[in-house]
Every structure is written in C-alpha cells, then in structure tokens.
C-alpha cells in the first residue's frame, strides 16, 4: 500500500556511513535506538567493512544506501577517471567538483563508471541498495543525477534523493537548490527533502504532508556532528507523534 498522501511520513537517513569508526558507532546507535531509519554507506573509507558487515546483518530492518562520493581528495575505485580528478590523481573538493559540474566539465562516462564501481562494493557485500544519495549533494546537479540515472536502473535502484525543497531556515545559495530542482532529471525520489540542524523538536510540526526525507550526520566528536545528532534524539518525542516514520525500504515495497 502507498503511503497515504495527506499524511506526514518522515525517512531518518544517516548520511556518511563508514567514514570513521567513530561515525559509525553513532550511526549504529542512532539506527539501533530507532532514531535512524535508513543509512547511506562509503566505500574507500576506515570504517566501510563495519558499515557494509552491519548492513548485511540488518538485512532489511533498516534500508542502505549508497553514498556516492566524487569529492574532498578520495581516491576513485575505477580508473581511469580524468574529468573527476585534479593533478594528484584524486576527486577535487566539494566547491570545485560543483564548480566543475554546474559548468558542465564532468564527463558522464567516468560519472557513470565511478557510481558503478562504488555499487558493487555494496553488491559483493551482499547489501540490498534501496538508494543513492551523495557526499557533499553531489548527485542533485542534473549533470551527475543524468549520469547516474541509467546505472541505477540496471541495478534496479529506484530511487534517490532529491535537491533540497523544505528548509528549516533559508540559506543565500537556496537558489541553486531550486535550480537543479528545475533540471533534474525524471527519477524517484521523496517528497521532500531536507538538511542541516533543525534545533528543537518543534520543526516537526512544520513538516509537509507526503514523504519527506531528513539527512543527519551522527557522530559525537566533531561539534557540528554532535548539534546534529542530538537535534534527533531530543526531537524523538516530536517525530513519534507527529510523524509516521518509515525507510526506504517502505516505498520500495509501494512500488
């Protein structure tokens, strides 16, 4: 069954899965606690085997994602990659790939091979991907989101996150959200969506009617991480009674 379209469903999703242990002990907790429905997983990075074994394990109790990153000095897993890269062989940095992308310098091909290699880190893992999603929004440009669009549906992924539409406090460069919103290409994806710190559980009662999903970067050492998290656990309250929580999982089943 559908979710019903006057009522407000909300995805937890846990950005960054992988990146350290630390982040992913948070994450854990987070999706153990019930705080997090879903998660989106690295690959190339200190913690991506715990992140990939947990998932595995979770089966489908949580959904799993990928957290395709082209950005902030990886290495990419296929080569060769010569449009994502700069001099030392490594992804340029989140305001440089962006750069790059809104002026249509990333070729679709090393796009398209680089989605594909991180996919099947997750594949020989044995983790069922329910979607994509992006290390620095990377994938909202039409120019990324078009590239990746035919490997996700060989893969049988249905859907990915969508531009930001739904702000907790509006930003100068909300702008770009809205057109890349106009650009992107046809593709499944929620409702809404929504990043960055909401503060206290009032923002709840703030939510859309439909399906709206909110990122969350868990971890406890770096300041911006912490306000983060624990902006979630003290709105647990708020979201259970104001919002039918789900995963990704539910709307792959809808499908």
């Not at 950005?71 to 062989?89: I, N």
């Not at 880190?121 to 990746?148: I, M, N, Q, R, Y």
């Amino acid at each position: 069954m559908s979710p019903a379209p006057d009522v407000v469903h909300l995805i937890v999703n846990a950005d960054d899965f992988g990146w350290d242990d630390e982040t992913t002990d948070a994450t854990i907790a987070l999706l153990e606690s019930g705080a997090a429905t879903s998660a989106t997983i690295m690959t190339g990075r200190p913690a991506t085997q715990r992140a990939l074994t947990f998932a595995k394990a979770a089966g489908t109790r949580f959904s799993f994602g990928l957290h395709f990153n082209i950005v902030d000095g990886q290495a990419p897993l296929s080569a060769p990659s010569p449009s994502l890269v700069d001099r030392s062989g490594r992804f340029r940095s989140s305001h440089r790939q962006r750069l790059a992308a809104l002026a249509g310098r990333l070729d679709p091909i090393d796009i398209a091979r680089e989605c594909g290699a991180q996919l099947d880190v997750l594949a020989e893992a044995g983790v069922t991907v329910s979607h994509l999603d992006s290390h620095g929004h990377l994938h909202k440009f039409p120019l990324v989101a078009g590239a990746v669009r035919p490997i996700l549906a060989e893969r049988g992924i249905r859907f990915i996150r969508r531009p930001q539409n739904f702000y907790f406090r509006r930003a100068p460069l909300d702008f770009l959200d809205r057109y890349c919103t106009w650009r992107f290409p046809a593709i499944a994806t929620t409702d809404y969506f929504v990043a960055g710190r909401p503060g206290d559980g009032a923002w709840v009662s703030r939510l859309p009617p439909g399906i709206t999903e909110i990122a969350v970067h868990p971890g406890w050492r770096d300041d911006w991480r912490r306000a983060e998290t624990q902006a979630l656990l003290d709105a647990r309250a708020a979201i259970e009674g104001g919002a039918t929580v789900m995963s990704y999982n539910d709307l792959v089943a809808a499908r």
